[in-house]
C-alpha cells in the first residue's frame, strides 16, 4: 500500500529521531545497560515517531527496532526506525537478540505489574532495570523541532483565546464555552487529548471553571477543579451558567502533533471586584520574579520559595495555589508529550534548572468570589529570560455585560 497522509499530517524528521536515538544510546552504555524496551506510546512516538501498536527496542549500541502488531506497513510510512512486523510480544521477545546476563530497561513507572512478569517469563536471565528516570530526563530536554511545535501550539491558543470574550455572556454555561473552544482549537489542529503521565483520570483540554463552585476542592493536585459533569470525571466545566462579577478561569490546553502548552487567563462578565483584581494583579507580580529567576543553573526549590515569598507580600497567602488542604506543592510543572512529568519548580526540590526545558508556569489563586488563574507555557533559553510560548495578553479580561 502506498500510504499518501492527508495535509498536516506532519512526520518527524528522520533526523530528529536519529539524534534521539544516539543520546539514549548514550545514557544507556553509560549505565552499563544493552538497551531499553518502551512500550508505552508517548515513549514509543518520542523515539521512533511513530504511535502503532507495538514496542521499540533502543539498544547502547546498534540499530533500533521497531516491533509493530498493527499496523506494521503504516509504521514504516511514519518512522525511519526500522520496522519488525510481530504477531505479539512473545514473538517481539524472541526477535530482541538479548543475552543471558544482559541489563534491559523498561519504563517501570507505567507499565503494568503483569505485564512486568509476563516480560521477565519470556526474557529468561536478562536483567530488567528501570529507566523511567533516564527516558524523562532525556525528554525533559527539547530539541529544535519539538520547540517549534510547541510554539505553533502555544500560537494556536493565542487565536483560541482571543475568541473567547465574544463567546461570552449571561447564561452562557461552562461546558458550552468548552465546546466551541474545542471546536475552534480542532479547526486548527489540536488533537483533543492532552496526555499525563500516571495519571488517575485522563487529562482534557476544556477546564473552564467560575464563581465560588470553581474553587471547590476534588481528585487531582490543583488549586481550583469545579464540579465536573458527572462524579464520574468530576471536575472541569460543568452545566454551570456564568454570571456577572464572577472570575471565569479559563485552563486550556492545546496539543499539536502530540506537543502541548498549557495557559490560562481569568476573565469576568462585567467589572471585577477589587478582589479579583487585587489577586490577579499579584500573581502577575509571581510570574515576573519566576521569569526573573527561571535561568539553566537555578535551583527549582529556591524559584518556588520566591514565589510563595511574593505572593505573601501582595496579601495573596490565604489562598495562592489552593486552600491549605488543597494547596500545591509546586508552582509550574513540565510538559510536552505529556503533562505531569519532570521539570517542576518544587517545593524544597535541589534540582538545577536546565536550558531547553519547557515549563507551564501554574500560577493559580483561590479568593471566596472564586479561582483566579494566570499560566504561561516557558521555555529555559541559554542566556536571558525564557521565551514564552503562549504569546497572549496577561491581563484579566473583563467583558462588558
Not at 515513549?43 to 501498536?53: E, H, N
Request: aromatic share 6%.
Amino acid at each position: 500500500m502506498s500510504w499518501q497522509f492527508p495535509p498536516g499530517y506532519r512526520l518527524v524528521p528522520p533526523e530528529v529521531i536519529a539524534a534521539r536515538l544516539e543520546r539514549a544510546g548514550q545514557a544507556l552504555a553509560a549505565r552499563g545497560m544493552a538497551a531499553m524496551l518502551l512500550t508505552q506510546a508517548p515513549d514509543v512516538y518520542y523515539y521512533t515517531g511513530s504511535c502503532q501498536q507495538g514496542v521499540a527496542l533502543v539498544r547502547a549500541r546498534g540499530t533500533a527496532l521497531y516491533f509493530v502488531r498493527r499496523h506494521a506497513g503504516r509504521a514504516a510510512a511514519e518512522s525511519p526506525v526500522q520496522v519488525v512486523p510481530v504477531r505479539g510480544l512473545t514473538e517481539a521477545a524472541r526477535s530482541l537478540s538479548l543475552q543471558a546476563g544482559d541489563r534491559l530497561g523498561l519504563t517501570l513507572d507505567l507499565l503494568p505489574a503483569r505485564a512486568y512478569l509476563d516480560w521477565r517469563r519470556r526474557l529468561t536471565g536478562v536483567e530488567l532495570d528501570d529507566v523511567s528516570a533516564l527516558v524523562q530526563e532525556q525528554r525533559a530536554i527539547k530539541d529544535d523541532y519539538e520547540i517549534a511545535v510547541m510554539s505553533e501550539a502555544g500560537a494556536l491558543a493565542a487565536k483560541v483565546f482571543a475568541e473567547i470574550p465574544r463567546l461570552l455572556g449571561p447564561g452562557v454555561s461552562e461546558a458550552w464555552l468548552a465546546g466551541q473552544l474545542q471546536a475552534l482549537a480542532m479547526a486548527g489542529g489540536h488533537i483533543d487529548l492532552l496526555r499525563t503521565r500516571g495519571a488517575f483520570l485522563d487529562t482534557y483540554s476544556w477546564h473552564i471553571v467560575s464563581g465560588p463552585e470553581g474553587a471547590v476542592p476534588s481528585t487531582i493536585d490543583a488549586a481550583s477543579l469545579g464540579y465536573g459533569l458527572s462524579p464520574a470525571f468530576p471536575l472541569g466545566a460543568s452545566h454551570k451558567q456564568f454570571k456577572p462579577h464572577e472570575p471565569i478561569v479559563v485552563d486550556f490546553g492545546i496539543c499539536l502533533c502530540g506537543y502541548q502548552t498549557d495557559q490560562t487567563r481569568t476573565f469576568c462578565l462585567g467589572a471585577a471586584p477589587p478582589a479579583l483584581r487585587a489577586a490577579h494583579a499579584g500573581l502577575k507580580a509571581v510570574q515576573e520574579v519566576i521569569l526573573e529567576m527561571l535561568r539553566p543553573g537555578a535551583v527549582s526549590g529556591e524559584i518556588f520559595a520566591t514565589a510563595v515569598e511574593t505572593a505573601r507580600a501582595h496579601g495573596l497567602e490565604a489562598g495562592f495555589l489552593g486552600r491549605p488542604e488543597q494547596r500545591t506543592r509546586f508552582c509550574a510543572h513540565g510538559l510536552g508529550l505529556e503533562l505531569g512529568v519532570p521539570p517542576y519548580l518544587l517545593e524544597g526540590s535541589r534540582e538545577r534548572v536546565r536550558a531547553r526545558e519547557t515549563y507551564a508556569l501554574e500560577l493559580k489563586m483561590v479568593l471566596d468570589e472564586g479561582p483566579v488563574g494566570l499560566e504561561n507555557t516557558v521555555l529555559v533559553r541559554e542566556q536571558g529570560p525564557p521565551a514564552i510560548l503562549s504569546p497572549m495578553p496577561d491581563e484579566l479580561v473583563e467583558v462588558p455585560l
